[in-house]
């Protein structure tokens, strides 16, 4: 009935440079033999240190290609839910908060000698415009629900809500989890209802 599991992924390029690592836990539930849950989770903690941050003219009209070192942490869960009330009735449903914070840091652009073997000769020292934004906040929820009902053989009823809610904000100083996914939830809503009917002409 319980069956839970667990997925670990670690990784590192750019000499070390470049790490992060990725947890994600879920269970899946087979409540009866009708209905069928799981939940899940993803925490995830990225150090790019070659993110591509922007390309900048100055005055004198040269192009600045820049990187920088983004430290992101992102920490999504979802929840599915399968029931099927007979042959003919069926009713599913997915949702998915999803929230990502970054920050950028130690700021470079590409040096004389960009194809150079040591990873460092490949950048030289950038100060970014005093306005360029180094924080982000990405926030989303999406869910979707869709009800599957066979009203005569071959014929099918679909009736679909599609629930979202996004935002993308410039930040500065991180605050908890729980007061993002707070800020999430707060935000207003896109609601999408479909209506999808197929009738079988010949049986």
Do not use: C
């Amino acid at each position: 009935m319980i069956v839970p599991s667990m997925w670990v992924n670690l990784w590192y390029t750019d000499e070390g440079k470049t790490h992060g690592s990725s947890l994600q836990p879920s269970v899946s539930l087979r409540l009866s033999t009708r209905l069928q849950a799981s939940l899940g989770a993803r925490i995830e903690q990225d150090h790019d240190h070659t993110q591509w941050f922007g390309n900048f003219t100055d005055d004198e009209g040269v192009t600045h290609y820049t990187f920088a070192h983004l430290n992101q942490r992102t920490l999504s869960m979802n929840v599915r839910v399968n029931y099927t009330a007979g042959p003919n009735l069926s009713f599913e449903f997915y949702g998915e908060p999803f929230v990502s914070r970054g920050t950028y840091s130690q700021f470079r652009e590409l040096s004389a000698t960009p194809e150079a073997d040591a990873y460092d000769a490949r950048f030289q020292p950038f100060t970014p415009p005093s306005d360029a934004q180094t924080s982000f906040r990405f926030a989303q929820l999406r869910t979707n629900a869709v009800l599957r009902w066979e009203y005569r053989p071959g014929s099918t009823l679909f009736l679909v809500w599609a629930h979202g809610r996004q935002d993308f904000a410039d930040v500065g100083e991180r605050q908890p989890w729980h007061r993002d996914y707070r800020d999430l939830f707060a935000l207003h809503p896109d609601n999408t209802f479909l209506v999808k009917l197929s009738y079988w002409l010949n049986r």
